[in-house]
């Protein structure tokens, strides 16, 4: 399975569609078998989705997306599990291993159950996420 993320300074990008650097990480299991880093300053929302799909990518990791992304992402059979937080290794690690769901990978600002932002106030309800 390929997850990508996108990567600010050894943290999640509080933005995907601002990224300007995407890990992908290839997993067997819970064990890294290879990674490699992948630019996307200057791709607009279709050319991100594209590029990020032609990739091979399975999951995406990210903070906040913008619904454009979202739906492009889920258009080609990328599932988003957006709001995270935190150093990247951490992520990783805690992906693979089926702990993402810790509240200490939220994004400053959401609560339990993925509730951020706007949407957070009594919008959207919140998602679980399966296990990779």
Sequence with gaps: MRIAVP???????????AARNLLVVEL???????????????????ERAGRISGLGCDWVICGAVSPAVAFMLASRGVRLIPWVAGDVEEVISAFAQGRLTASRFLMPGCRRRGRCGPAGRGGRRGRRWPAP
């Design 28 to 46: 067997d299991g819970d064990r890294e078998t290879a990674r490699f880093e992948e630019q996307l300053e200057g791709a607009d929302a279709p």
């Design 7 to 17: 990567v600010l300074r050894g943290r999640v990008s509080p933005l995907l569609d």
